[in-house]
């Protein structure tokens, strides 16, 4: 069974870092492109970043474009999301995600809570 | 960047009526598409790939369709569990994803 599971989120004052981790199970992480999505209170849902499975390519949405930073330990089966200079606009639950397909997310971590205030 | 729009904003229906979603991107995509169903306090679920392809253990209910601009999710008899959230999805360029902005279906 695939399963994603996201941590590290909690409260964090406007221009603190975070670090969001993602632990992977059931499949071969090491040949998975894989993604961070969020998702702010009461809202819609917003691509954050994505990374290629030998971590060659990545990109990241203008929202956080400087300040958030993708990676991965394949060995470790674990993504993350380095995230610095945060603002009260990045207050969200953030899911990892597997693409799939080169454009589709097929597996959903459960969501870490990143809320950004003073 | 390629914008999607998604209509209605809700849709308030009964247990076994059809349902009927709409997506619409600011430029052609293809076939380019998927469908997501989220419930509160859950993370999405990837319904639909390709515009029409039904992910696995996806019901038979669910159908997407469409190509190009415009594209429909259809649920053929709302069953209690199908109240949610609906998002359609596409990534023209990697990785540039976009999300459309969701339709509510609610019971009427």
């Known amino acids: 069974e695939v399963q994603l599971v996201e941590s590290g989120g909690g409260l964090v004052k406007p221009g603190g870092s975070l670090r969001l981790s993602c632990t992977a199970s059931?499949?071969?992480?090491?040949?998975?492109?894989m993604i961070w999505v969020r998702q702010a209170p009461g809202k819609g849902l917003e691509w954050v970043s994505a990374i290629g499975a030998d971590s060659s390519h990545r990109g990241h949405a203008d929202s956080v474009q400087g300040r958030f930073s993708i990676s991965r330990d394949n060995a470790k089966n674990s993504l993350y999301l380095q995230m610095n200079s945060l603002r009260a606009e990045d207050t969200a639950v953030y899911y990892c995600a597997r693409e799939i397909s080169g454009r589709y997310f097929d597996s959903w971590g459960q969501g870490s809570l990143v809320i950004v205030s003073s | 960047e390629i914008v999607l729009t998604q209509s209605p904003v809700t849709l308030s229906l009964s247990p076994g009526e059809r349902a009927t979603l709409s997506c619409r991107a600011s430029?052609?995509?293809?076939?380019?598409l998927a469908w997501y169903q989220q419930k509160p306090g859950q993370a999405p679920r990837l319904l639909i790939s390709?515009?029409?392809n039904r992910a696995t253990g996806i019901p038979a209910r669910f159908s997407g369709s469409g190509s190009g601009t415009d594209f429909t999710l259809t649920i053929s008899s709302l069953e209690p569990e199908d109240f949610a959230v609906y998002y359609c999805?596409?990534?023209?360029?990697?990785?540039?994803?976009?999300f459309g902005p969701g339709t509510k279906v609610d019971i009427k």
């Open positions: 390709d515009a029409s």
């Open positions: 059931g499949f071969n992480f090491g040949v998975c492109t």
């Open positions: 999805q596409q990534c023209s360029s990697w990785p540039l994803f976009t």
């Open positions: 430029q052609s995509i293809s076939s380019n």
